[in-house]
């Protein structure tokens, strides 16, 4: 057992005892005073308090943004934690010149953020195109500029190769094993190793905090609704961090975070992709997992509407049992699951598509990027001789639970996906799901955009161009 | 060369003043190292504070009891109404907006007390623990049903002109419509903030996040019941203003001070981003009912329009906004029987306040709506309209309020915008595409901005200066603007380099004093650079010339021949350093500072008449959009937009051009994606990133073409001939606003205006393609 924090901050040692359940924002502007890194929203939407982390791993080390203000002290644990003000070395680091020379910040309050992001594609990708550069400022807002400056500078740094984060030396950092468990001020953060100790711990401790990335629960926590006072994360847990491919499935653990699953999907359904690039942002991917996007339940999530028509199965995992399950049987009512309190959702397996499959999700939304969804829609059909002989079709926001509609599925079985088969689904989607109305849009709204995504999915397959952002 | 008037500057050569050189604070920016309030050293002992917040839209408040927040670790107490020791009022300009709720709680987030704590988390923690006994009563939140009860906070104001009524009944075309226009959250990235510190004897200090610190200062000084010579407001930068800060800060920075003054402690208070936006103002929505009658070609021959702008629950600076609407409903165009509206509705929500644009948007979006709607009936091409409208030797040059446009650049500039963005041939190609197109349009649009360039008060329009020559030759420099990123201290300190020929590095820019320049305006209404541009430039050439006595004197030539450049002072192949020549100012005893006064000329406004001649000149700019609209799903994306921006003889262009391409944007995004939603208790229910969306830098037109006017100086005498550029284009985002409507349009064809509510998001695009689709359905 530790009783302390370990971690490089800006390539230096750092051993601190404070409770791991504090922000990694507030620790940095109130421990070493690092006050480059803001507060914009305590909601990891607005991007000014990024930073950026790195893990070690064949023999380099992998940085990535991600949002200090619901991210916990815990978390960073045996990890590398760059700011703002550590890529700053006896010069200012490339993304920073370049922003600073391109009239790239107004006010600056956004900039050190939007610094951190850019700094983390410079690392990872020195081929990045337009598109990979509106990817890493998705989750970066900045109300002064407009962009334009902040992707020309990105373009140039880009450019002329790309730029290293400046951090720990590789070995230093794979020397630094998270420990298993750390109490400090009475407060316990247990980081298992396997699956079986993670389930030990579920089962002996019913009260703690079962975190996997953070980026939901963390930001109840940045709005003060209570401390943590014992949390079991799943983060370094092996089987939950496995990655398997077999002839006719992904498997994925739970704990696998969307970045990673981003890019094990991308070949075989394009259309998740470019979902899961809008799921988000490169920070909240970073650390936000596949499995708890499942496990929060949320009716607005937009992993599980195409994960259901995907038909994915999920394993949940107690101390004493397995059991697996269709994703769609797993969502009960409002937030509540199939899951008991001393399970955890162990794995999702992704069967690989079929002969004659086409799958497409459409998110709709006030924003492209970063938004949650107002309506999403997921379909996938497998075709015979131009007859569809399967089909599975999933909605989120549009009922209190992430909702597969076997009605709109039945409309199209058996037909050509022509107009009249279209409008059968759209009627049948129309019928069958009965949603709220909100900020994000009436329930006359969602309805209407819910069937006509029958139509945009027909048009799809015949090969038009049905999105705006494909312009 | 002679530079004691700055209308002569033009014909002079310069080294700094027209640079395009970067904002002073990048290299900070970048590196972390830029100071905001929240990230000054904390002295010993300093409390934080959070808000006490009113739950419901409107209520009574009969009691609190605070108890348990008091028996929070770390609280040092609760403060309400009933401690203020002065006067709780922070009326911008009517007396009688009580920054502490006393017994009405008239809107959701209404300051009701002030909880302070050893630590941010404490002091929020206790205040949610503040049990509140509300009497909730009956909300109006909508400002149709508040018109409708005569609930206003102003009576109505009305800019009138010739014969609307006679004018439109005599027409042989009459239109009519009506607009709903949504407000706008400024989200400045920096959430308010204020550090008060107390000092002996009372006095206090106050670092506030504010456009306008010379308000900040005597709101704090009658809240405490102090003079205000004992109240001292200070700020570096802020985080973003963009209007949310002009008037609203004094909530904040009044709780801080009370809490200082209570406690005698340090007391720093941030708005958690909920807080923020469920607590203080934001841009009016409005509704604008109009009427038009035109002649066969579309020319206005009278036009009424009457304007419900959601005031919330108290007047702030409603009124001026609505002037600004009033006299911005022209835009562009000859009205020569024009009878304009203003009603300033109450309801049940926060009293919204200034916002880049401040009203002219709301007037500049009706009246091109109304162009739109006409030129479109009439199956004519809406640029035609607009054009045979435009003020001009055909029309007139006469306002509706009785200024002449004399300054007039609107055919120069949208020919040039119209030819710089291929217009004739990709509206032939937008065309052929719609045709073979059924589900994805593509809309385009061309509008101008004409925007008047002053506060309609006449007496906020003044500046100070304060400027320093130092023995070393350097230079310090203080005004009463304050810098929001806007580049302001830059551009003031490249007009003093200028005068003095020094390096812009010789000039220190310094925090926003009250104790340093006192009595000045908010930095606000687009006039930073001209009023605190013109007032520097004042001091420093006061000091110029005494410097150039002396050395004339030293070298024995007339003061005609002494030349400063690049640092030195010139009489002919002699030269000494600017220093040196400080040095023997200093041992002549001649005085190295001043501080100097700029009232802008010429301008004058009856409030009662609504006449006069408000604006000191007017500023052009023209913005082509092109959007796609998907007809499924009602989303939009704007793929082009080519702009024009008149910016007179530009103090720094790159300044500017960062100015243009960020209140593009915004304009655009208040007309797109940005949506405040309350529901039916009239809580609003859109208050953080993950529910109020700001365009992020994918939602840029990948083809954003920005172009400044050349060769244009202003005619007026401002600072080095140039021009305002703070908000002005902000309006030329609503071009992406009718190229949507334009996209919709070409679903029903010739003879159809379609009626698209603002913003223009999904939801509201696909109910004007139903409207147009059914329209008997939708109007039900």
């Not at chain 1, 059991?323 to 049987?329: I, K, S």
């Not at chain 1, 397959?461 to 999105?467: K, W």
């Not at chain 2, 009933?82 to 300009?93: E, K, L, R, T, Y």
């Not at chain 2, 003093?496 to 104790?515: N, R």
Request: net charge negative; with cysteine.
């Amino acid at each position: 057992m530790a009783n302390s924090i370990r971690f490089f901050l800006n390539g230096q040692k750092q051993d601190v005892a404070v409770r791991p359940d504090t922000t990694v924002l507030e620790w940095l502007r109130s421990g070493p005073r690092l006050t480059g890194t803001k507060e914009g929203c305590a909601e990891g939407d607005c991007g000014a308090c990024s930073v950026l982390l790195g893990d070690a791993g064949d023999g380099e080390i992998r940085y990535h943004a991600a949002n200090s203000c619901i991210m916990t002290m815990g978390q960073i644990d045996g990890r590398a934690l760059v700011t703002v003000e550590g890529l700053k070395g006896e010069t200012l680091h490339p993304v920073q010149a370049a922003m600073a020379e391109n009239g790239s910040s107004q006010c600056g309050f956004c900039t050190p953020g939007i610094v951190i992001s850019l700094a983390g594609l410079a690392a990872n990708d020195a081929a990045a195109d337009d598109h990979a550069i509106h990817d890493a400022l998705a989750g970066n807002l900045c109300r002064c500029t407009g962009y334009r400056p902040i992707v020309e500078a990105a373009r140039k740094v880009v450019g002329e190769g790309g730029a290293a984060i400046p951090g720990p030396a590789v070995a230093a950092l794979a020397a630094l094993e998270p420990a298993a468990e750390i109490a400090t001020s009475g407060a316990v953060f247990h980081q298992p190793q396997m699956l079986d100790d993670l389930l030990k711990l579920r089962r002996d401790r019913p009260g703690a905090v079962l975190l996997a990335g953070g980026t939901d629960l963390g930001v109840a926590l940045a709005d003060f609704h209570g401390d943590w006072n014992e949390v079991i994360s799943t983060a370094h847990v092996r089987e939950l961090r496995s990655i398997e491919e077999t002839p006719t499935h992904l498997g994925f653990g739970a704990a696998v975070t969307w970045e990673e699953v981003l890019a094990r999907v991308a070949p075989f359904y394009p259309s998740f992709a470019t979902l899961i690039r809008r799921f988000g942002s490169t920070q909240i991917r970073s650390m936000g997992t596949i499995g708890g996007n499942i496990g929060t339940a949320s009716p607005i999530g937009d992993g599980p509407p195409a994960l259901i028509a995907l038909g994915v199965e999920i394993e949940l995992a107690s101390s004493g049992d397995r059991r697996t399950m269709p994703l769609e049987d797993f969502f009960l009512d409002y937030r509540k699951t199939e899951m008991k309190p001393d399970e955890v959702i162990a794995s999702i397996r992704i069967p690989k598509p079929a002969v004659g499959q086409e799958f497409r999700v459409y998110k709709i939304s006030k924003r492209y990027d970063q938004d949650i969804s107002t309506v999403c829609g997921a379909f996938s059909i497998v075709r015979e001789g131009g007859i569809v002989r399967s089909a599975r079709i999933a909605f989120g926001g549009m009922a209190a639970i992430p909702k597969r509609v076997p009605e709109a599925e039945t409309a199209l079985v058996g037909k050509s996906l022509d107009e009249d088969a279209a409008r059968a689904c759209a009627a049948a989607i129309r019928n069958a799901l009965s949603p709220l109305s909100d900020w994000r849009g009436s329930a006359q709204y969602r309805l209407t955009v819910a069937a006509n995504l029958a139509e945009r999915f027909r048009r799809d397959l015949s090969g038009e161009t049905v999105e705006v952002m494909a312009l | 060369m002679n530079i004691e008037n700055p209308h002569q500057a033009k014909t002079v050569q310069r080294s700094i003043v027209g640079r395009g050189i970067a904002h002073d604070s990048a290299a900070r920016h970048v590196a972390g190292e830029a100071t905001y309030i929240d990230d000054m050293p904390e002295l010993p002992g300093t409390l934080h504070a959070a808000f006490v917040l009113s739950p419901v839209a409107h209520g009574r408040l009969r009691g609190f009891d605070a108890s348990a927040a008091l028996a929070v670790t770390g609280v040092a107490g609760v403060w309400s109404a009933a401690d203020v020791p002065g006067i709780n009022d922070v009326g911008p300009v009517f007396p009688g907006e009580p920054l502490f709720a006393e017994e009405l709680l008239d809107h959701e987030g209404r300051v009701i007390a002030v909880v302070a704590a050893d630590s941010f988390e404490a002091a929020y923690r206790a205040a949610r623990l503040v049990k509140l006994d509300i009497e909730e009563l009956p909300a109006v939140v909508d400002v149709e049903a508040a018109h409708a009860a005569k609930s206003y906070v102003l009576p109505p104001q009305t800019v009138s002109e010739g014969d609307a009524a006679g004018a439109i009944a005599a027409a042989p075309h009459v239109f009519s419509g009506k607009l709903r226009m949504g407000g706008q959250d400024h989200f400045y990235l920096e959430t308010h903030i204020a550090y008060a510190i107390p000092g002996e004897g009372g006095d206090m200090l106050v670092h506030s996040s504010t456009q306008h610190p010379t308000e900040v200062q005597h709101h704090v000084a009658h809240l405490l019941g102090l003079h205000a010579n004992a109240v001292e407001c200070q700020v570096r930068r802020m985080g973003g203003g963009f209007g949310g800060k002009e008037s609203q800060s004094t909530i904040i920075a009044g709780a801080a001070a009370l809490v200082a003054a209570k406690t005698g402690r340090p007391c720093k208070l941030r708005l958690k981003r909920r807080d923020d936006m469920a607590g203080t103002g934001k841009r009016h929505d409005y509704v604008a009912i109009w009427k038009a009658g035109t002649d066969n070609r579309g020319r206005i021959l009278g036009l009424e329009v009457e304007y419900l702008a959601r005031a919330g629950n108290l007047p702030d600076l409603t009124g001026a906004v609505i002037t600004r609407t009033l006299t911005h409903t022209d835009n562009s165009y000859f009205i020569a029987n024009a009878h304009f509206v203003g009603h300033a509705c109450k309801t049940n929500t926060v009293s919204n306040t200034a916002f880049r644009g401040f009203g002219g948007p709301q007037g500049i979006l009706t009246i091109e709506a109304i162009i739109d709607t006409v030129a479109r009936e009439l199956g004519h091409d809406p640029n035609d309209v607009r054009r045979i409208n435009y003020y001009g030797d055909e029309t007139g040059d006469m306002t509706p309020y009785g200024q002449k446009v004399e300054d007039n650049r609107l055919i120069e500039v949208t020919d040039a915008v119209l030819a710089s963005a291929f217009w004739q041939e990709r509206r032939r190609e937008i065309d052929e595409y719609n045709a073979a197109s059924p589900i994805i349009r593509r809309g385009l649009a061309m509008m101008p901005v004409k925007f008047g360039i002053s506060f309609n008060l006449t007496s906020l329009n003044q500046a100070g200066a304060l400027v320093h020559v130092y023995l070393d030759g350097s230079i310090f420099l203080n005004h009463g603007g304050t810098e929001m990123g806007q580049g302001l201290f830059v551009k003031v300190a490249q007009v003093v380099a200028e005068v003095f020929q020094v390096d812009l590095d010789m000039v220190k820019i310094s925090s926003t004093a009250t104790g340093k320049v006192p009595n000045t305006s908010a930095t606000a209404a687009s006039t930073g650079s001209d009023l605190n541009g013109m007032a520097a430039f004042k001091a420093a050439t006061a000091i110029r010339t005494r410097m150039t006595d002396v050395a004339a004197e030293h070298f024995g030539v007339t003061q005609e021949e002494i030349v400063f450049r690049e640092g030195r002072v010139h009489a002919g192949n002699e030269s000494i350093s600017f220093g040196e020549l400080a040095k023997m100012a200093w041992a002549k005893r001649v005085q190295l500072s001043e501080a100097a006064h700029y009232a802008t000329p010429k301008i004058h406004w009856d409030g009662k008449a609504m006449k006069g001649r408000p604006f000191f000149y007017f500023t052009y700019g023209a913005a082509v959009a092109e959007v796609a609209v998907d007809t499924l799903t009602g989303e939009t994306r704007c793929l082009r937009a080519d702009i024009l921006q008149d910016v007179g003889s530009p103090l720094n262009p790159a300044i500017d051009l960062g100015q243009i391409e960020g209140a593009f944007v915004q304009g655009m995004g208040w007309l797109t994606c940005e949506e405040l939603w309350w529901d039916g208790k009239g809580r609003l229910r859109t208050v953080g990133p993950s529910t109020y969306k700001i365009p992020g830098s994918r939602d840029v037109p990948p083809q954003f073409n920005v172009r400044i006017l050349d060769n244009a100086p202003n005619r007026e005498e401002t600072i080095f001939r140039s021009k305002a550029i703070g908000e002005p284009p902000l309006m030329l985002g609503i071009s992406v606003w009718l190229a949507i409507r334009d996209a919709i349009a070409s679903i029903a064809g010739k003879g159809v205006a379609p009626e698209l509510d603002a913003p223009a998001t999904p939801e509201n695009v696909l109910r004007a393609i139903t409207r147009l689709e059914a329209p008997a359905e939708a109007a039900s």
